[in-house]
């Protein structure tokens, strides 16, 4: 399974856009960018994910590089109940649509 | 809505005693997933169902792991002997349909494992 790499921790001030860096340079074709958040004691939540275009919700906004090897989630305006774990990972295409592989992810704070 | 329901949500056992994790998946949600999240880890997935069946289960120790969903709603997990190395967090999760890409996954909060 193709592998992402993240920052082990950064921190943001409230109100402030945060942008979390994923690296996935081995990224096969047809697999999908995921982003999943994961606050103390909770599961973790989804957030957004993205093939190739750039993606907005609610909560994210999600800009992968054109050569796909590399993403970022945007938080446009983090607030302190942002602070927790955020996990870029990658779906398995094939029949394994449904297998994420999670990595260790990025410690978010946001600070007042 | 409800979400996936877990328990329990603490669990304290001996080594070599058996234990028991259930979990009910957001209705009419076919696929059903178990990971592990050790600490300071992401979660790792163990088995995943779609209905009844099991159609990855590559990554569970099953020497003392076994898990089954009966008319494919809601699921079991079972540790038989529990040994140390099991003091973890064990995750539920459920999506509508799992197979198709981008298919959105939802947790339940956990069930918190120590093992003495």
């Known amino acids: 399974d193709a592998k992402t790499t993240q920052p082990t921790s950064m921190d943001c001030a409230e109100g402030r856009a945060a942008n979390l860096p994923c690296n996935h340079s081995?990224?096969?074709?047809?697999?999908?960018v995921y982003w999943y958040r994961q606050i103390h004691s909770q599961g973790p939540q989804y957030i957004i994910h993205?093939?190739?275009n750039n993606e907005t919700n609610e909560m994210a906004s999600l800009i992968i590089t054109e050569d796909r090897k590399s993403s970022t989630l945007i938080l446009p305006h983090a607030t302190l109940r942002d602070t927790a774990v955020y996990y870029c990972?990658?779906?398995?295409?094939?029949?394994?649509?449904?297998?994420?592989?999670f990595g260790q992810g990025t410690i978010l704070t946001v600070h007042p | 809505e409800a979400g996936v329901v877990q328990s329990p949500r603490y669990k304290i056992i001996e080594k070599k005693q058996p234990v028991a994790f259930w979990c009910n998946p957001i209705?009419?949600?076919?696929?059903l997933y178990w990971y592990l999240q050790n600490l300071g880890q992401g979660p790792e997935l163990l088995i995943r169902?779609?209905?009844?069946?099991?159609?990855?289960d590559s990554q569970l120790p099953k020497d003392r792991f076994s898990a089954e969903r009966l008319k494919g709603v809601d699921s079991t997990l079972k540790i038989q002997p529990a040994e140390l190395g099991d003091s973890a967090v064990y995750l539920c999760a459920s999506s509508l349909d799992g197979g198709s890409p981008g298919a959105e996954q939802f947790f339940g909060p956990g069930t918190r494992l120590t093992v003495l």
């Open positions: 990972t990658l779906g398995a295409g094939g029949t394994s649509y449904g297998k994420l592989t």
């Open positions: 081995t990224i096969s074709g047809n697999e999908y």
């Open positions: 169902y779609e209905n009844e069946e099991a159609v990855d």
């Open positions: 209705s009419g949600h076919n696929t």
């Open positions: 993205g093939l190739k």
